[in-house]
C-alpha cells in the first residue's frame, strides 16, 4: 500500500488560523482537493465515471476519507520530551503530520497550564525556558504563544503563523506538570521518556560538593574570553552539561572567573568537550549569585537529550543595563474607557486581553464595545557602560503596517497585574517594540532611532521612552473587579539580551483599582 502523507500535500487541517484568529475554509478545501487528487492518482488509474465498476471507486474514496480523518485527529496533539519523569519535558506538536517544538518566547504559567491540561494533568508545576530539557531537534511549529488559560488545547491560543520563528536549539520551551488524573483525554499521548517514580530533586552545588567553592576555567576557544566552561567539582575537571544553560547561569560563571559579564550562553559542541566527563548537569541560576557553588543542580550528572551538549560562554568588560523608571511609572498611571473599534490596529499586536478576541469571534457589534486600559508610560534607562542592541539582525526586523515602523524585539517588555497570591489577573502587555533614544543625560548624544529603518538600541545614559497616549501602552484591565493589586512592569523579562544585572529591569509597585480611578505606589525594582 502506498501512503501520502498530507504535509507533503500542504494540507493545513484543523488548528490553522489566520491573524484575526479565523479558519480559511477556501484555503482548507483546495487542500483538501489537492489531497484526494494525489492519493487517487497514487492509489491507481484516473477513475473513468462511465465504468460499471462502483465497488473500485468507492474504494478509493474511503482511503482518502479515512487518511484525512486520521490526519485531521491528529493535528493538535501535545507531548512531554526528554524529561526525567513522565511529568515533565519540553513541549512538542503535531502539525501537517510532523511533531515541532515550541519557542519560549512569552511562554508563561498560562501556557503551561493549557499543555497540562490537554494532556490530563493536573495543573503546572511550573514553566522551563531555554532549552531546560535539552536543545530540541525539532522545527519550531509555534511561537510568541499566548493562552488565556481556559483554552482546551494549546493550538487554540493565539501565536505567531504555523512554523514563523526567529527561535535557535537552545530556546524550547517546557512544563512540569502536577500528579496526572486517573483518566486522560482522547488526544493526550504518552511521553516519549522511560517513566520515573518521582521527579528528580535539585540541590545546591555547595552542598553537594562538600561546601567548597567551585573551581572554573574556559577552554577550547580561541581567546581567552570565550570556550566551553569546564568545573572542577570532588569527581575532578569535567564539563558541564548544556542542558537548560542561559545567560543567567553564563553570567554567574564570567563573574566567578573575573571576566566581567556575559556576553552570550550557548549549549553547543563547538568549543569541544564531548569527549570529557559530566560533572554539573541542569545548573539553574538566578544570576546575582557570586559563585556557581550557589546555584542548584541535577545531583545526577548525566546529559538526558538525545544529542548531548556542553555549556559555553562568551564574557565581556563592557555591557549594557536596563533600569525601570518608577517615578515616571507612578506619576503617569490613569484609566481610559476606548471601543474596539479604535483599538484594531493594537489588537495586531495581541494587546488585548484573550476576552476581546473572543468578543471579536462571538460578537456582530464587537467593534462597539468598550474596552478598559491602565494606561502609564515606560521610561527605560540604559544605566550600564555598552549600548543595549536587539539580538535580531536587521534583516530580520519585521515591519509592522498598521504603526509604521520596523520591530527589533518581539519581547522588550511586559506588562501584568498579579492579584494577592501572585496569579496574573489582567492581560500583561506583550508586544514588539521599537528601540530609540528619546532622551539622554551626562553629555550623551542620541545614536539610535526607528524611523526610516534607522538602528535601534539604547545608548548608554540614555532612555526609551513609550509614553501613556501610544498604542499598546497600556494593560486592558477590562475583566478586573476593583480591589488591591500589584503592577509588575518588566523589561528584557527573558533575559533574551545580557546585561549587567536583572536585579532592577522589573518594577513591582503596589495598585488600588476602582472603577473610577488608579492609583500606583510604593514600587521597588527586582529581578523579572
Known sequence: MITV???????????LRTSNGRRPAAEVLMAVSVLALGLLSLLGPTVDCRRSDKRRHHWKMNVIKNHLKNHKS???????????????????????????????????????????RQLGYNGTSRVTHSSHFGQTARKYWIDNTQCGGQ???????????????DCDPSEAAGVVCNSPEQEKPKYSVPT?????????????????????????????????????????????????????????EALVVCRSIGLGYAAAAFQTDRFGGLDLPVVLSAVECAGNESSLAGCYHQHKATCSTRKETVAAVVCTREMADLAVN???????????DRQMYFLQCAMEENCLASSAYQLRRDETDWHLITRRLLRFTAKITNVGTAPFRPAVPKHLWQFHQCHMHYHSMEVFATFDVLDGGGMKVAEGHKASFCLEDNQCTDGARPAFACADFGDQGISVNCSDIYRHNIDCQWVDVSDLNPGL??????????????????ANNAAVCSMFYSETFVKIHDCVLQNP
Open 74 to 116: 491528529l493535528e493538535g496533539m501535545v507531548r512531554l520530551v526528554d524529561g526525567e519523569s513522565e511529568y515533565e519535558g519540553n513541549v512538542e506538536i503535531m502539525h501537517l503530520g510532523k511533531w515541532g517544538a515550541i519557542c519560549d518566547d512569552e511562554w508563561d504559567s498560562r501556557e503551561g497550564q493549557v499543555v497540562c
Open 5 to 15: 502523507s498530507a504535509a507533503t500535500l500542504g494540507y493545513r487541517g484543523r488548528g
Open 485 to 502: 493589586y500589584t503592577l509588575k512592569v518588566s523589561v528584557n523579562p527573558e533575559h533574551k539580551i545580557p546585561e549587567m544585572t536583572y
Open 326 to 336: 518608577t517615578d515616571e511609572l507612578m506619576r503617569s498611571a490613569y484609566l481610559e
Open 192 to 248: 516519549v521518556t522511560v517513566p520515573a517514580k518521582k521527579v528528580i530533586q535539585k540541590y545546591r552545588i555547595k552542598d553537594t560538593n562538600s561546601g567548597s567553592d567551585i573551581e572554573l576555567r574556559l577552554a577550547g576557544g580561541r581567546t581567552s574570553e570565550e570556550g566551553r566552561v569546564e568545573a572542577k567539582t570532588n569527581d575532578g575537571w569535567g564539563v558541564i552539561c548544556g542542558d537548560g544553560f542561559g545567560v543567567l
Open 151 to 165: 483554552e482546551l488545547e494549546i493550538s487554540e491560543c493565539r501565536f505567531d503563523s504555523w512554523g514563523e520563528n
